[in-house]
């Protein structure tokens, strides 16, 4: 395995080259899965039946709190994705551990509104409208949860590894997973709360 030291820890290698543009790709996949989530939402939106509407379920206060863990999430896994590029194993670890905690918190807001929508008779099964909503949110909280266990996993492969090209790709391609959630979840809260508290 030739080791080009010239290019960042996690491009090093013509492998861990291939393994990121294999992700971006991946990715697109992805961004067209929401999509698709995104357009049943905004076509079954107003199908609420005798349901409620989201104006009537959605509620600010732990939307706000689901927004600031996880956008503060995205910023401290930049500074760990940057102290891994300077070579800093213990900082690197500290924010992947802080970014983790806030994942966990996010994921916390979003058990309990799930726990209210059903409280309130907003299920599956209630309407077109209360199906899509859970459906989407059920899916970013999905991928929020398989982003927990897989940066854990990292993280205790850097303990155990080191910052190795190996591990720094691991970890690069990890930030590059958690930033689309984070950019999902924008979307989410612009097109789906904010609008439909209006």
Same mark, same amino acid.
């Given at each position: 395995?030739?080791?080009?030291?010239?290019?960042?820890?996690?491009?090093s290698t013509e492998e861990n080259s291939l393994k990121v543009l294999g992700f971006w790709i991946f990715l697109g996949a992805e961004i067209m899965l929401f999509a698709t989530l995104f357009a049943t939402y905004f076509t079954m939106v107003h199908r609420t039946g005798n349901g409620p509407t989201g104006a009537e379920i959605f509620e600010i206060a732990p939307v706000l709190m689901e927004t600031i863990l996880l956008l503060t999430s995205s910023f401290t896994i930049g %500074?760990? @994705?940057?102290?891994?590029?300077?070579?800093?194993?213990? /900082?690197?670890?500290? #924010?992947f551990l802080i970014t983790l905690l806030l994942g966990a918190g996010f994921l916390s807001f979003e058990v309990s509104e799930f726990i209210h929508y059903v409280h309130v008779g907003a299920t599956l099964q209630t309407s077109g409208f209360t199906a899509i909503l859970l459906t989407t949110l059920g899916t970013h909280g999905l991928h929020v949860t398989f982003?927990?266990?897989?940066?854990?996993?990292?993280? %205790?492969? @850097?303990?155990?590894?080191?910052?190795?090209?190996?591990? /720094?790709?691991?970890? #690069?391609?990890?930030?590059?997973?958690?930033?689309?959630?984070?950019?999902?979840?924008?979307?989410?809260f612009s097109f789906i709360y904010l609008k439909g508290m209006m």
């Open positions: 395995m030739k080791v080009d030291n010239s290019l960042p820890l996690e491009y %500074l760990g @994705i940057h102290a891994m590029r300077i070579g800093n194993k213990k /900082a690197t670890m500290i #924010f982003g927990f266990f897989w940066g854990l996993f990292i993280l %205790l492969q @850097i303990k155990k590894r080191g910052l190795t090209p190996e591990t /720094a790709n691991k970890s #690069f391609i990890f930030s590059l997973y958690w930033h689309f959630l984070d950019v999902i979840w924008i979307f989410i």
